[in-house]
């Protein structure tokens, strides 16, 4: 702001980047300048102003003609008033010209420790927050909500997404019953949470196809997607040794924690579901055997991952591949080359195998 | 004995009631620790009591948990289920989470409660000394707090779910049900309503503290707070027990209560 009070590490292109005339961070600030406000910024603000400095880096890095930007891990249950994902979302959609795909979460478990929130309440509000979002996209403000969880007199938001009725939307599940039900009631796309056995995903999406054809509708293949791990290198034998350590890093000093379930969280019947899922976890492998059979990570030269991933994709049924091509340790140099080599040795192939469009589709972004 | 077991409609929700004794009306109110159904302490109380033993909203076969967002919904709950029991007052006697709602409906609604017996209850909050992780413990930490005998057939079935998969489904699925109706009214405020301690003034009703020494998850001194709180109430600690007197020492804990009844 000047010679005293500054913030580090801000590159000059997101300090200048600009809509139209209006430069993003120069004008949010100019608004608060102190005789403006007659104080100095709270410290929300300043973290507000990284936060924004963040999400413009994220934009220009994205800063490609076609491809998707996919937010997946905003606990909706974690924004009070909810509105404010609305409009972030919105943003990022009219800034990256319609390019975005909104994903919606519930939050881990482990959040609702760490955020005070009732996990009793996480499916309600959940649930409430997401109706409020899509009204904020799709009606004209402004408007009055009075839900149980939020009572907000006048909903206002701004801007709306530029994609209409709105972005698509994804949501990512560990295998709750209530996450793909509901999922499949709306018609949007459900994302398989990664680190379990290819058979819990099976099991998930064999129940999701079951649950859209229960609402009267076949579900399409880009309505379910597969998160993994992948890791290519120019052998099998050179992959496993450059990755395993990584891996077992991120698996045993990471994972751990995760499967937190607090009460209340998914009804008593899915927690037992998740539960016995629990010995199909990553976090419960301790081989290299088990980490291949069961299709928890995808290591090896380029030939084997394009065929154990064309594999799987076909005998998911799913129509959208996500990569996790950084894990754990894993540093950038081999993290870089491990996403060239799939981007130039498997991503083609598989596009090609899978009859898939160049640039990825989005699921349906009907309501 | 085997006690009466009725289902009472109240206003749409559906209460699982135990009955059993004879002899004046009691109200038992259970903890989470598995007297919701009839021990060996109800048959205890119920040789000089009809002892009425209902199942909050949520646990056991009882419903209306959707609608209960806190404890207000648990004692308007227990109001409404004396009325259709046709109760006007009553000697209530709470274990822990059914401490709370007893310490609450005697304060907010003192002509319904005539005699109180609080067991180790939650419902306060002191900052030197946090109540226990009732929500995120493993079940041997949980038996590591909540019992003083570790050989107790109850700790050592705890000890033994090291592995949550391998649990029996039906106990697992009646202990998550549990522990989402504690949830919630006892996730945050942790376990406790910040305005009781200065609402305790208002309990007309004789009033006997029930403590188990040992016990890790709400220590004494929560205990004496209520001793302290509530206008006339006695407080007796129970030796060599954990957070339980009804499950771990439930003839010291009988004979205390009926003792105090009785006087």
Not at chain 2, 121 to 126: C, P
Request: net charge neutral; glycine share 8%.
């Amino acid at each position: 702001m000047n010679d005293v009070a500054y913030w580090k590490n801000v590159p000059v292109r997101v300090w200048e980047f600009a809509i139209g005339g209006y430069q993003v961070m120069k004008k949010w600030l100019s608004y608060r300048e102190l005789k403006l406000l007659g104080r100095a910024l709270t410290k929300d603000e300043v973290r507000y102003v990284s936060e924004m400095a963040r999400r413009i880096a994220a934009i220009l890095a994205r800063q490609t003609a076609r491809m998707r930007i996919a937010v997946v891990g905003n606990a909706l249950p974690l924004y009070n008033p909810p509105i404010r994902v609305a409009e972030e979302y919105a943003m990022i959609d009219v800034i990256s010209g319609g390019r975005l795909i909104a994903g919606m979460v519930v939050g881990g478990g482990p959040e609702y420790y760490s955020n005070g929130l009732n996990p009793a309440e996480a499916r309600g509000r959940f649930n409430e927050a997401l109706d409020l979002i899509l009204r904020c996209w799709t009606e004209p403000g402004p408007f009055v909500h009075n839900g149980k969880h939020y009572k907000l007199r006048y909903v206002n938001p701004w801007p709306t997404p530029l994609q209409k009725p709105h972005p698509p939307i994804w949501i990512p599940g560990a295998g709750s019953y209530e996450t793909m039900d509901f999922v499949a009631r709306r018609r949007w796309a459900y994302m398989g949470i990664p680190y379990f056995h290819k058979r819990v995903f099976k099991k998930n999406f064999d129940y999701f196809r079951e649950a859209c054809a229960k609402e009267g509708y076949t579900a399409a293949p880009e309505q379910m997607g597969w998160l993994v791990p992948v890791y290519v290198a120019e052998s099998d034998a050179r992959a496993r040794e450059e990755y395993e350590s990584h891996l077992w890093y991120f698996a045993r000093k990471l994972l751990p924690g995760i499967n937190i379930t607090p009460p209340g969280y998914t009804s008593a019947r899915s927690a037992l579901k998740v539960l016995g899922a629990f010995g199909d976890f990553m976090l419960n492998v301790n081989t290299w055997d088990e980490i291949v059979a069961g299709g928890y990570a995808i290591v090896g030269s380029p030939a084997t991952v394009r065929e154990q991933m064309a594999e799987m994709a076909r005998w998911l049924g799913v129509g959208n591949v996500l990569t996790l091509l950084q894990l754990g340790t894993l540093p950038a140099d081999l993290t870089r080359r491990n996403m060239e080599l799939f981007a130039a040795e498997v991503m083609p192939h598989l596009r090609r195998e899978l009859d898939l469009p160049v640039a990825p589709a989005a699921a349906a972004s009907g309501a | 004995m085997t006690p009466e077991r009725r289902t009472v409609a109240l206003d749409g929700r559906q209460v699982r009631l135990l009955v059993g004794g004879s002899g004046p009306p009691l109200l038992y109110l259970h903890s989470l620790g598995g007297d919701v159904e009839w021990l060996e302490a109800h048959d205890q109380l119920a040789r000089r009591f009809t002892v009425h033993l209902p199942a909050h909203p949520g646990f056991a076969e009882s419903t209306g948990v959707e609608d209960v967002d806190g404890m207000f919904d648990y004692v308007l709950h227990y109001v409404d289920l004396l009325g259709a029991l046709r109760l006007r007052a009553v000697p209530v006697v709470g274990a822990s989470l059914g401490g709370w709602i007893g310490a609450e409906l005697a304060a907010l609604y003192p002509e319904r409660v005539a005699r109180l017996v609080l067991v180790d209850a939650v419902g306060l909050w002191i900052d030197a000394a946090p109540i226990g992780e009732l929500f995120g413990s493993t079940p041997p930490e949980l038996a590591r707090m909540i019992f003083h005998d570790q050989q107790h057939p109850i700790a050592q079935m705890m000890h033994a779910m090291t592995n949550l998969s391998e649990v029996p489904e039906d106990f697992a699925y009646a202990q998550l049900k549990a522990l989402e109706a504690a949830a919630r009214v006892g996730w945050n405020p942790y376990l406790h309503d910040p305005k009781l301690e200065r609402r305790l003034g208002r309990v007309t009703a004789p009033t006997l503290v029930l403590w188990g020494r040992q016990d890790g998850l709400v220590p004494l001194v929560y205990g004496e707070r209520y001793r302290d709180r509530i206008p006339g109430a006695r407080l007796e600690v129970i030796e060599r027990c954990g957070h339980l007197p009804p499950i771990e020492r439930p003839a010291d804990f009988a004979a205390r209560t009926l003792d105090f009844l009785s006087a």
